[in-house]
């Protein structure tokens, strides 16, 4: 319907410009022929303009937040505080200390979704700093006491150890998967990939007539979509220009993890290459002045970076209702926190038809008050967890079964 | 609702390559015949010369009463120090968007208004008795909020007039700082009173350097730096997810919400234009519209929305924010809902670029 409608209009566009002689293509301003180049290379001047340092920064930021949470004898709730805001010089590598930059500043923080809704963003940001506070406090007081429903401790998942509270929820499991959305997903769907930023002020002119910010070789517009590029692809160990090379080989284990977890599942096979190819061919739209090709991909990408979420929301689910009907609770508990996590990050999804998440805060909000009520994860049933991932399902166009 | 604005953006595509008129200022309104001279003359002649003039009144009255005060330092002459500070601070909340002109090149609102204050190198300056309160690096030093600290920061009146009263290094440091506010002021107001009343009036034209350009960008971006973040967004962590409550105005005299509320009326006052034409008016004349909605009418609406929600504001925003800083980033969302109105549909609507930007980008 969708596609017909559009063709209808540009036939009807095309047949209006024939009362032009000079010229039968829609020739935007600015706009030259687009080059979508094998890899994610672009250059100006043989200067590559292609620059998500800060992305890398917030990465590695993460990274070492999420290491420490089961650091119990070095660790401390001040301490993991100090280094999701930045603030005490609180991080082992010196060079993320002396950024400015930090975790906390941008969770929640997209201007789609939270320029004019700082209450929710503050207490996202809260919820963030309740894991941490429960992992160091309550999790870390009864690290060597077995879990049980309503206390937190120790549960076995094989020869794991796996540490719960007393709702057998992770919190550390949950503060890291919850960040996949909190942070990555709505940086780059609902910030960097957003008219909003990548048009703010002159950005369409400047980015027309090469003229790029102070000192840098880059256009202000061709940067912000380097920067929704770096949240997904900016861990060290993905080289820059052609990321799927190390899918599901990098040490990632945020958003790029996922979403190659998810494009080895058969059902959703292709999705990297199409997340990729759409990074690309929308950078060069920009290159080239077609801002109508570049939202296009952006269409794309909000539609594959959503559904990694969902799929893994399901798939976690659904992990955690066969071990629940083995009565294997700890691999249980580790898989509902997961899905717990992703459950959170639905928030942040967009659905390029709504311009809003798949998924209502309301719904979301149930689904985890769901999974939460009473004793948590040693009282929920089957039932439940099938409803919440077939209602998630539904949302996304995809079966349970294929998650 | 996509579908749609893709249709239109694509339909004036195309009317635009049949059209041979060459529209250089990208979408805006080519064949607008606002009289911008009618409305540059209200906003001189009607709002900022009378504004200058009632606030010069006021620094003039603040100069005296510190020199008052230094010459008989007793609890009358503090008292009514402190009361003539109020006024004056309220007062200053007219003018401080009009940062434009001489304002601009003295950098007039950082003299007065930077917050918050550098206690312990304004004390150190103030035993030392040696200062030059024209350098950049004193900004803190000075201004209201010295005056702030000095008036309040020491506790009740009786405490005040102790530490203050037999000091001279003290009421040198009143009177100086009273003196300079008055004296930039006069500056300022001079200027406009003078030949640049004038200048601002005639730059009729509509480009970049034109006035409407320059004010308007002036004037959006008060609205989004200082009263929005300043009041509002610094104290409460709105935009770090750290609240300061040290960060809000007038931090030891507690009459945050008077000077946030002041400066909102006159903002909204200014843009209804009063007497004359202004914003309103203009973007009634242009038929501006976002997603179907009067755009004056949204904005208005908006200013509306922000003054009922302030009514759940404590007198302190400092207070306010340690008790429920809920309230304040509620706050911040209704000025940030104006903001976007202002800085994105309005400024698109009259053409004119935003010559600053705001998202931080790593």
Known sequence: MRKLFYSAMIFGGLSLVSCSNDDDNIQVPGENEVVVPANYTFERDNSSTVYYGGQTT?????????????????????????????????????????????????????????????????????????????????????????????????????????????????????????????????????????????????????????????????????????????????????????????????????????????????DFAGIAESTYEAFKTGRAAIVAGDYELRDEQVEIIRENLSKVIAVRAVHYLQGGKDALNNQEYGAAFHELSEGFGFIYSLRFTHNPETGAPYLSKTQIDAYKQALLDGNGFWDVTPETLDSISEEIAAAFGFAVSEA | MIRISRILVLATLVFAACSTEDDSNGGGNSNDNFDRGAMLANWADNVIVPSFENFQSETQKLEAAAKNFAANPEMSELEALRAQYEDAYLEFQTVSMFQIGKAEELNYRNFLNTYPVNESSLESKIASGEYNLSLPSSFTEQGFPALDYLLYGYGSAEATLEKLGGNENYSNYLVAISERINALTSEVTASWQGDFRDTFVNNTGSSSTGSVDRFTNDYVMYFEKILRSGKIGYPSGALTGTPSPGNAEALYAGISKELYLKAFNSFEDFYKGKTGPSYSQYLDYLGSMKDGSDLDALIRDQFEAIKAQSADLNNNLKSQVESDNTKMLTAFDELQKAVILLKVDMMQSLSTSVDYVDSDGD
Do not use: C
Request: aromatic share 8%; net charge negative; glycine share 6%.
């Open chain 1, 58 to 266: 917030r990465l590695e930021m993460s990274k070492e937040i999420t290491s420490n949470f089961l650091n119990f004898d070095g660790a401390t709730e001040e301490m993991l505080l100090n280094m999701f805001a930045n603030e005490n010089s609180p991080f082992e590598n010196a060079e993320l200390n002396e950024s400015s930059k930090s975790v906390k500043s941008k969770v929640a923080a997209s201007n789609l979704y939270f320029s004019t809704n700082t209450v929710e963003s503050s207490e996202i940001r809260n919820d963030f700093e309740s894991w941490i506070a429960e992992q160091m406090t309550t999790v870390k007081a009864n690290k060597d006491e077995l879990a049980e429903a309503g206390k937190a401790g120790q549960i076995a998942q094989g020869t794991t150890a796996r540490y719960v509270n007393g709702k057998g929820l992770e919190p550390n499991q949950a503060f890291a998967k919850s960040l996949i959305g909190g942070l990555l997903v709505d940086q780059i769907l609902n910030n960097y990939l957003s008219q909003a930023v990548l048009d703010e002020g002159d950005n369409r002119m400047n980015n027309e007539n090469d003229v790029t910010e102070e000192g840098k070789a880059y256009t202000t517009m061709e940067h912000k979509w380097d920067e929704a590029y770096g949240y997904l692809y900016g861990d060290p160990s993905i080289p820059a220009n052609d990321p799927n090379s190390m899918l599901n080989e990098s040490d990632d284990n945020l958003l790029f993890n996922y979403l190659g977890r998810v494009d080895a599942d058969e």
